[in-house]
T-cell receptor, first 114, second 113 residues
Framework: DADVTQTPRNRITKTGKRIMLECSQT?????MYWYRQDPGLGLRLIYY???????NKGEISDGYSVSRQAQAKFSLSLESAIPNQTALYFC?????????????FGPGTRLTVL | QQQVKQSPQSLIVQKGGISIINCAYE??????FPWYQQFPGKGPALLIA?????SEKKEGRFTISFNKSAKQFSLHIMDSQPGDSATYFC????????????FGTGTRLKVLA
């Protein structure tokens, strides 16, 4: 878990505020991902990046944006937070060509939007 | 649109029993089918995975059974232990064309001592 770090771990904010969640990794992986986890809905992919110049929308990208500042850093922004974005957010990484495309997850950020 | 359906949502098993979690998928273009295990307060971690050209894979007490024609796969945990209590997610991955990594909705397993 220490190889993929997320900050902050917990955040409470108000509707309309801009929020940035940060992810850093020391695994040397090219690929990074952002997911949100909601009870009963599992994990859903928000955005993914296969290298520094590559950004792709996932299943539920509306209301979110991302920035890949470096190979090791991938941040997720909520430009104007709304209550239904309250969730547990995970960053993950994977290495190109890894068997089964194994993903390594960070510890998560619990975000509450009031 | 949920492309991977997982059941049951929760499961309680006695110590030493067999835990069975099922998943079904719709898209035939998936390349891999992994299972992830998540303990409270932690991110998910890969437990075991299978390719669609294999019908079964076993690693210790954990076995994946895969039925390509039925588009179903399941996780069997033999001799379940209290330490197996966690949330389990199945997933399906497509690496050709549009990249997809679709998780199931999760199963919360509790193994009673």
């Amino acid at each position: 878990d220490a190889d993929v770090t997320q900050t902050p771990r917990n955040r409470i904010t108000k509707t309309g505020k801009r929020i940035m969640l940060e992810c850093s990794q020391t695994k040397g992986h090219d690929r990074m991902y952002w997911y949100r986890q909601d009870p009963g809905l599992g994990l859903r992919l928000i955005y993914y990046s296969f290298d520094v110049k590559d950004i792709n929308k996932g299943e539920i990208s509306d209301g979110y944006s991302v920035s890949r500042q470096a190979q090791a850093k991938f941040s997720l922004s909520l430009e104007s937070a709304i209550p239904n974005q309250t969730a547990l957010y995970f960053c993950a990484t994977s290495d190109t060509g890894t068997l089964y495309n194994e993903q390594f997850f960070g510890p998560g950020t619990r975000l509450t939007v009031l | 649109q949920q492309q991977v359906k997982q059941s049951p949502q929760s499961l309680i098993v006695q110590k030493g029993g067999i835990s069975i979690i099922n998943c079904a998928y719709e898209n035939t273009a998936f390349d891999y089918f992994p299972w992830y295990q998540q303990f409270p307060g932690k991110g998910p971690a890969l437990l075991i995975a299978i390719r669609p050209d294999v019908s079964e894979k076993k690693e210790g007490r954990f076995t994946i059974s895969f039925n390509k024609s039925a588009k179903q796969f399941s996780l069997h945990i033999m001799d379940s232990q209290p330490g197996d209590s966690a949330t389990y997610f199945c997933a399906a991955i497509s690496t050709s064309g549009t990249y997809k990594y679709i998780f199931g909705t999760g199963t919360r397993l509790k193994v009673l001592a």
